[in-house]
Nanobody
């Protein structure tokens, strides 16, 4: 069973930075499409960043230019570098993987709070 474990969340002041990490336990990681989602209180979960197995990335407009997704296929890791954080970025952030057979896997989530 593929497991995803996020880390790196926490409390940060507006304008600060955080780096989220997601470790994928097994599988053919280099074939997975990886994404980061977030869910704020009372809101639907939304996809905010994507990276495919070829390294192509895409971002939702609200984080474009501030967040960067990357992956390390040798270490089975995906990262989300978050800069210029705003209070509206406060949410639980989830790592997501999809294998070539369209099976999806989710992490347990990590809380990010942006507040002074």
């Amino acid at each position: 069973q593929v497991q995803l474990v996020e880390s790196g969340g926490g409390l940060v002041q507006p304008g600060g930075s955080l780096r989220l990490s997601c470790a994928v336990s097994e599988g053919i990681f280099n074939l997975y499409a990886m994404s980061w989602f977030r869910q704020a209180p009372g809101m639907q979960r939304e996809k905010i960043a994507f990276i495919n197995n070829g390294g192509r990335t895409a971002y939702v407009d609200s984080v474009k230019g501030r967040f960067t997704i990357s992956r390390d296929n040798a270490e089975n890791m995906v990262y989300l570098q978050m800069d210029s954080l705003k209070p509206e970025d406060t949410a639980v952030y989830y790592c997501h993987a999809e294998d070539p057979w369209k099976t999806e896997y989710w992490g347990q989530g990590t809380q990010v709070t942006v507040s002074s």
